[in-house]
């Protein structure tokens, strides 16, 4: 323990409050709160005999440590909670990922939007999530739009409607088509949709559909009329599955593939969704802490709380987290463990969900390592190599009758690719009539001259073209030092596999998982070249048309290049545009402006 940390833990008062600990960089990487700060801090740091692993490690870092009281035990809560999602402390249990989790926006306008964000701030609007798929928050916003006519258009400043209008999917405020009233009647049931609360707008819709027909309205009530149609057919599709009320079951799983909590929506008596959310830095805890990490970090963000949360087991401080939600929905939130019934069921059914989530990831996890670490050694197995190659580089030369030759090197670590890593090269000593083989040791020659003293160096080295270009890349590879590299050819057909001092391919199995990988490498490989090679054939192409032009030399035509990056955008210029340049002038600029609208181009 530091002097620093002895000091603090003397001045530590018997009163609740938040505890922060710090690295030696000064880095928050725990946050944890305590109804009484001098014994919780201090628990830490006493025999360690009863510590969990992932405790001792914590206490081995802590440099520093902070403290912040608070007047209740609620409020040391609510400042954890805020403090964890902001400094996300490494040793703290959270949501993984859970800043990038998307929302639906409601804007707060005479005339509001809906659409998906990731970012939440205080601008008055309404926000539904948190949602762990956009794809499900787009297929959302299709139903919304399908249901209601809402305007999708940034301004309002339209003269006339534009053609959402016409196919009858917006109402044209922009134009005066709806009156805000109108519209903030189909907002409040947008909102009441994405609550849950399916029952309460068929009520409103039937209401409005009657108020239209009494009025005379008929178009407006058989708009009304078509939107209760499709409303009724989804509630058709929910299940009633406990007897009225709003309610959330929580459901908690844990496995080698991880932690994960599915969550079921229940809104007035109906199975409304789920979602299901993966946790992190939660090995060594117990399903006590985790399910209370979870339900402080989900709730503090959620945009609705229901009246009841039906957790799987007790947790130490159920009462509290009852207590903290209802001052944060301003109503009583009750936090119960169901022993039978319905709602047994439905806490059975979210944790039996967030097993299978768990068992797919598993699955998943399988599939990638066959498909990246599993398929390297399998084709290091097939080449007799005395391990499976880490790194894998593979070169590809890209060229039309020999001009604009290049070259690509593609690298893969542990079966996946390393963008990183990746070089071209565009060839200096190869001109004119195309040589491939000549290209290919100019290119090897530049990678591995100094690879031995500069690194780093390769496991695999794949030549893309068969036994000559292998035969061409091996002595230049060889003299570079590179002796115990293993160094093969990949044929154009078939990928066979051509190795050094055998005349006989390798012929790698057919829907193996070493043939997919090498396939993908080749593809790479080809990709890269490819694309440098027509980023270069673009540039010399704007510079064979910029060189009919009078007073466009060199310097300026890489000016309007590096200005514009295209042929087309330097023709759509204005002459005032093209003067803007660097190293251009007016009557420069007006011969560019006058050649491209003179020469059909």
């Given at each position: 323990?530091?002097?620093?940390?002895e000091e603090k833990l003397?001045?530590?008062p018997d009163k609740p409050g938040v505890y922060l600990m710090k690295d030696n960089k000064g880095r928050i990487i725990y946050v944890g709160k305590a109804i009484n700060l001098k014994n919780r801090v201090r628990s830490y740091f006493q025999s360690s005999r009863n510590h969990a692993p992932k405790v001792l490690a914590l206490v081995a870092r802590i440099a520093d440590l902070e403290y912040i009281i608070t007047a209740s035990e609620i409020e040391a809560l609510i400042l954890e909670c805020n403090l964890i999602k902001k400094h996300r402390p490494k040793y703290n249990i959270s949501l993984r990922d859970d800043k990038t989790y998307p929302y639906i926006k409601v804007t707060y306008e005479d005339y509001p939007r809906v659409y998906a964000t990731r970012k939440v701030v205080k601008d008055g609007a309404r926000y539904f999530g948190p949602y762990t798929s956009a794809g499900a928050v787009h297929e959302t916003l299709r139903l919304l739009k399908t249901l209601f006519p809402l305007?999708?258009?940034?301004?309002?400043?339209?003269?006339?409607?534009?053609?959402?209008?016409?196919?009858?999917?917006?109402l044209a405020p922009c134009?005066?088509?709806?009156?805000?009233?109108?519209?903030?009647?189909?907002?409040?049931a947008v909102g009441l949709f994405l609550e849950g609360r399916s029952d309460a707008v068929v009520k409103n819709l039937r209401r409005r559909m009657a108020e239209a027909a009494e009025e005379l309205a008929f178009e407006q009530a058989a708009r009304l009329r078509d939107q209760l149609t499709a409303v009724?057919?989804?509630?058709?599709?929910?299940n009633i599955v406990t007897g009225s009320g709003d309610q959330d079951a929580v459901g908690l799983a844990r496995s080698a593939a991880g932690i994960c909590a599915q969550v079921f929506f229940i809104r007035s008596g109906k199975m409304v969704g789920r979602d299901h959310f993966m946790l992190s830095g939660g090995e060594d805890e117990t399903d006590q802490n985790i399910l209370e990490a979870f339900v402080k970090q989900y709730y503090s963000k959620a945009a609705f709380i229901p009246r009841e949360i039906l957790l799987p087991f007790d947790?130490?401080?159920?009462?509290?987290?009852?207590?903290w939600l209802s001052t944060v929905k301003g109503g009583r939130v009750q936090v119960e463990t169901p022993k039978r019934g319905t709602k047994k069921d439905l806490v059975n059914m979210a944790a039996g969900n967030a097993a299978n989530v768990l068992q797919e990831q598993a699955v998943r996890q399988d599939s990638d390592f066959d498909k990246t670490t599993g398929a390297a050694a399998e084709l290091g197995q097939y080449l007799g190599l005395p391990a499976a190659p880490d790194r894998i580089e593979c070169f590809d030369i890209s060229h039309i009758q020999g001009s604009e030759t290049v070259a690509s090197m593609v690298v893969f670590e542990g079966g996946q690719p390393n963008k990183n890593e990746y070089r071209r090269y565009k060839l200096k000593t190869v001109e004119g009539k195309p040589d491939d083989f000549k290209s290919m040791e100019e290119v090897v020659g530049r990678r591995y001259r100094e690879a031995l003293e500069k690194g780093p160096v390769p496991d695999l080295i794949i030549i893309d073209g068969g036994k000559g270009q292998l035969s061409s890349a091996l002595p230049v590879i060889r003299a570079a030092g590179l002796s115990e590299v293993t160094v093969v050819g990949l044929a154009k057909e078939f990928e066979h596999i051509f190795r050094e001092g055998s005349s006989e391919p390798v012929i790698l199995p057919r829907h193996s998982q070493s043939l997919y990988l090498v396939q993908r490498i080749r593809d790479e490989a080809h990709r890269f070249a490819i694309t440098y090679h027509r980023?270069?054939?673009?540039?010399?192409?704007?510079?064979?048309?910029?060189?009919?032009?009078?007073?466009?030399?060199?310097?300026?035509?890489?000016?309007l290049w590096d200005h514009f990056g295209s042929l087309a955008k330097i023709k759509a210029a204005e002459v005032a545009e093209l003067a803007k340049v660097d190293g251009m002038s007016n009557p420069a600029a007006e011969a560019v402006y006058n050649f491209f609208r003179n020469k059909k181009i």
């Open positions: 323990m530091s002097a620093v940390v003397a001045l530590l305007r999708s258009c940034r301004k309002l400043d339209a003269k006339r409607p534009c053609l959402e209008h016409h196919i009858k999917r917006c134009a005066g088509k709806i009156d805000q009233a109108t519209y903030g009647e189909m907002i409040k009724e057919k989804i509630i058709e599709k929910q947790v130490a401080e159920q009462q509290l987290l009852s207590d980023n270069l054939r673009s540039k010399r192409n704007l510079v064979s048309v910029l060189d009919h032009i009078p007073g466009i030399g060199p310097k300026r035509r890489k000016a």
